[in-house]
């Protein structure tokens, strides 16, 4: 059996792949050991995809669509269900024995590679519902057979919530209460929103904070940021906002140079 583990990111539009620049780029520059692997739907451009491919150590092209078997068959008659399927599809990375799950719009503070002691299916409550997991960072084994049954329990019972939350909490249904070990700590899904409706909790436990989570409508990538204007005056000023912190964080991490890159470009030279 393989022992080799990765954290997965998808992105199904050259928007969400700005994102998963960032979720690769973020673990890079913690010093993952792990493998980085980034899943794309036919539709994202060959520049996005050549972008990731600076970043991760694969890109992973999934389509729903070329599928032969009877849980994506009755998808079809569910379109609505096709982002999330295509996330679920995470399970069938099974050159891997054990992956960790973070969304496009998570950004990584510091090495999380203890993740991977956690067991499946682990992830942190969600603020809204907290008797739900947050599927927005989620350790996970890859098995085809939990690929299917995942499937054909989603096209059988759908997703309360319209999107793959909704599918992996019936699913794993008994998280809330059965094992305490697989409740991940906040900390490793902060969502940004956390910050405003909970801020005495976030400035006594706030700089434990291990990865932040754009969770919601308005991603960073949605805000207009110039480099030079930042590092000079407004979020400077706005040093009492930590989302506003973190959303100069992420474009910081956006444009940084790609360590990924300059190992390569170092091993070029070796060679010539
Ligand atoms: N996603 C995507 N394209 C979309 C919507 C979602 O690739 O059009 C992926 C992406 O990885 C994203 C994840 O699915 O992070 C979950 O969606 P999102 O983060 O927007 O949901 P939220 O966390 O805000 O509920
Ligand atoms: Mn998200």
Same mark, same amino acid.
């Given at each position: 059996?393989t022992?080799?583990?990765?954290?997965v990111?998808?992105a199904?539009?050259d928007a969400y792949?700005?994102?998963?620049?960032? *979720? +690769?780029?973020?673990l890079?520059?913690h010093?993952t050991s792990?493998?980085? @692997? =980034?899943m %794309?739907?036919?539709?994202?451009?060959? *520049? +996005?995809?050549?972008?990731l491919?600076?970043?991760?150590?694969?890109v992973? @092209? =999934?389509? %729903?669509?070329?599928?032969r078997?009877?849980?994506?068959?009755t998808w079809?008659?569910r379109?609505?269900l096709?982002?999330?399927?295509?996330?679920l599809?995470?399970?069938t990375?099974?050159?891997?024995?054990?992956?960790v799950?973070l969304?496009?719009?998570?950004?990584v503070?510091?090495n999380?590679?203890e993740?991977?002691e956690?067991e499946e299916?682990?992830?942190?409550?969600?603020p809204?519902?907290?008797d739900?997991?947050?599927?927005?960072v989620f350790?996970?084994r890859?098995?085809?057979?939990t690929?299917?049954?995942?499937l054909?329990?989603a096209?059988?019972h759908?997703?309360?919530d319209?999107?793959?939350?909704?599918v992996?909490?019936?699913?794993f249904?008994d998280?809330?209460?059965?094992?305490?070990?697989k409740?991940?700590?906040?900390?490793?899904?902060?969502?940004?929103?956390?910050?405003y409706?909970?801020?005495?909790a976030f400035?006594?436990y706030g700089?434990h904070?291990k990865?932040v989570?754009f969770?919601?409508g308005?991603k960073p990538?949605?805000h207009?940021?110039n480099p030079q204007?930042?590092?000079?005056?407004?979020?400077?000023?706005?040093?009492k906002?930590f989302?506003a912190?973190f959303?100069?964080l992420w474009?910081?991490e956006y444009y940084?140079?790609n360590?990924?890159?300059v190992?390569k470009?170092?091993?070029?030279?070796?060679?010539?």
């Amino acid at each position: 059996m393989t022992e080799a583990q990765a954290f997965v990111t998808l992105a199904t539009t050259d928007a969400y792949c700005m994102g998963c620049i960032v *979720v +690769g780029k973020s673990l890079r520059r913690h010093g993952t050991s792990k493998k980085l @692997v =980034v899943m %794309v739907s036919p539709n994202v451009s060959r *520049v +996005g995809r050549l972008a990731l491919d600076d970043v991760f150590d694969e890109v992973v @092209v =999934v389509d %729903v669509l070329d599928s032969r078997d009877k849980a994506h068959l009755t998808w079809l008659g569910r379109p609505e269900l096709g982002v999330t399927f295509t996330k679920l599809h995470c399970w069938t990375l099974t050159h891997f024995s054990k992956c960790v799950f973070l969304d496009a719009d998570t950004l990584v503070l510091c090495n999380v590679d203890e993740l991977f002691e956690y067991e499946e299916l682990s992830a942190a409550p969600d603020p809204g519902w907290p008797d739900c997991f947050n599927s927005g960072v989620f350790v996970f084994r890859p098995s085809l057979n939990t690929h299917t049954q995942i499937l054909e329990h989603a096209a059988q019972h759908g997703s309360f919530d319209g999107g793959d939350q909704g599918v992996l909490n019936t699913f794993f249904s008994d998280w809330a209460v059965k094992d305490i070990r697989k409740h991940l700590p906040f900390v490793y899904n902060l969502t940004a929103s956390a910050v405003y409706t909970h801020l005495p909790a976030f400035q006594q436990y706030g700089h434990h904070a291990k990865i932040v989570h754009f969770l919601g409508g308005i991603k960073p990538w949605h805000h207009s940021y110039n480099p030079q204007a930042a590092s000079e005056s407004s979020f400077r000023d706005s040093s009492k906002n930590f989302a506003a912190q973190f959303m100069h964080l992420w474009w910081a991490e956006y444009y940084s140079q790609n360590q990924q890159q300059v190992k390569k470009d170092d091993k070029k030279e070796d060679y010539s």
